[in-house]
Every structure is written in structure tokens, then in C-alpha cells.
């Protein structure tokens, strides 16, 4: 499935944006009652992340879905990009009418804090869904074996303006590591930089993202055991200090083929929009992510915590009340 749905990206979203704006995908958003159904064609571009990441795999397959569930009145299309930061900053630009981001990223945004630079951001949530979890992973013959010993190597920090450098960057701090001069940073996307820890251009890596992600599957299957997994949540407590997103988890054994599972640090992910969103075309893009919720397993295994007990739960950012309606019929708490 996920192969198929791939047709549906686009790498230049800007034209499917200014669609979605003329289609009323933005009109009488706060207003009005909620009956979720979409009688119009409606176009919507989604910001998903790199394309060999789970943002990107499980977007599309989501954009596939909402048109579907929607009886093709919602067209949507998934659009590769930078991930979190990027994702906001160009949602609330109006390229993108959902976007998908890390909840520390977003917690940023609404509260003015990180690389949003003291500016709030007037966003809502649609839903928290899967959990991403932090890889740290660094080739075998490195001398890493923890964030601090990270200083004077060559490590991939993740694209500009994504979640991945926002939680590298955090990481590296609370090891002491300054990530401007101990490290020689390589601001890469996933694939360049698991392209990096093949040819040993780079030592390590950090990436955000859910379980399995593609590009560290290839990683692992390609170089087994001259790539490992390097602790960090020892450093969780001063995380927290900075955002009240990260908690602790396990990436399990048979995920990559690991040895043991990996203890580490996860961040919920939510869908965005913003406030002016159509009620009713928030209200059936959440209803899709459980009415084809099987359907978004297939695409990808991540989507196998997306659920109705936690789908509520992204205070500091709120709920748009799309998605409150659409919550509230499907039972969830």
C-alpha cells in the first residue's frame, strides 16, 4: 500500500496550498455547526517530512484516506518537507492547511519558546497520534559511546528546522556538548545522512521518528553491527527542564534487529492545523485516522498508537473544535 500512495506526493506544495485556500478548506472555520460532512471539493496539502521517514510514508497514506472517507470531496496530497519547525512556520504562512510535528515543537510554537523566537504561533491541534522515538546512533569504530563523547566528531543533527535538530540540539546541551563548536555538525536529512554513516563521511546520527522508520531499517540491514545505538536517557531529566514533551520508552529488539531493546526518549507526535480550519473538514480528518486505521497500519506500524485513549491529549496546544466534535462522537477521553 505504501508504494501506491506515494503517487500522491508532491515536492513543490505552494500550488496545492493556494487550492486548498480557494476551495473554502479554510472558510468559516470558527464558526457554525459541525455536521462532518464535506459537500464541496475541498483541497488540502499536507506537511509531512523526509522522504524516507514515517511522516512522510504515513502521509501519504493518510492523504489517500481522507479522500476516500470524505466520498473524494477532501483532496489531499502530502508533501515532502524539513518536518517540524518548517512544517509550522508554513502552515501558518497558509502553504499548508495539516501539518505534522513533534509535540515539543509545538508546544514551542504556541508558547513563543525555541526557534520560534519569543513569536506565538496560532495554531490548534487536530490529534496527538504515534509516538516518535529518539535514535542515537553512531558507527561502531566511533570512540562514542555517549552524547558527550560526541565532541569533535562529525555527527547529523537532522534537517534545518526540524524536530530532529530541535531534540539533537537539546540532547547535546544537556550532555555539555555545544552543538555549534564541540561538534562539526551536519545539518542532513535521514537519507544523506544514513548515505553518511555508510561511507563513514559522518559518526553518528540523531533522528526523531516512529517505529520502523524506513531509512534506519536500511541502516541496520546494510551495516548490522558496525552501527549501535547510544544511550540517553540519563539525560531525560534535563529535557524536561526545557519542554514537558519527552518522557522514557524502549525501542523493542525485533524492531531493527537489536541485540537487547534500546531504552530511550520518545515525544508524541500531533497533526496541526490552524484555528480556521473548516469545522467540518477538521472533523473528517480526524474521524479518518480511526475510521482507516487499519488501513494506516498497513502503510506503516507507527500507526499503531494512534488511539482514542491519548488523541486528546495536546494541552498546551488546543484542540481545534473540528476535531473536538469529531473526538467527542467517536467516544474518546
Known sequence: MAVGVTLLAVTVAGSAA????????????????????VDKETRLAMATGNATGVYYALGNAYALQVKSNSANKIQATAAETGASVQNIQQLVA??????????????????????????????QALARIYDNYTHVIVRADSGINSMADMKGKRIST????????????RLLKAAGVDPEKDITPQRLDLAKSVDGMKDGSIDGLVWSG???????????????DKVKFVEVTGLLTKLRESNQAYQAASIPASTYRTRVDIPTIVVPNVLLAKGDLDGNVACVLVRTLFDRHDELIKANAAAKGISLETARKTDPVPL??????ALDKLGAK
Not at 493556494?18 to 460532512?37: D, F, P, Q, V, Y
Request: hydrophobic share 30%.
Open 210 to 224: 516512529g517505529l520502523p522508520t524506513p531509512g534506519i531499517t536500511d541502516l541496520f540491514t546494510t551495516l548490522g
Open 94 to 123: 497558509g502553504e499548508y492547511q495539516v501539518a505534522f510535528s513533534l509535540f515539543d515543537t509545538a508546544i514551542d510554537a504556541v508558547q513563543g519558546k525555541g526557534s520560534f523566537d519569543g513569536k506565538k504561533q496560532s495554531i
Open 320 to 325: 481545534h473544535r473540528g476535531a473536538q466534535e
Open 158 to 169: 537532522g534537517s534545518p528546522k526540524s524536530g530532529t535538530e530541535v531534540i539533537a540540539w
Open 18 to 37: 493556494c487550492g486548498g485556500r480557494r476551495s473554502g478548506a479554510t472558510a468559516e472555520g470558527g464558526g457554525g455547526a459541525i455536521t462532518c460532512r
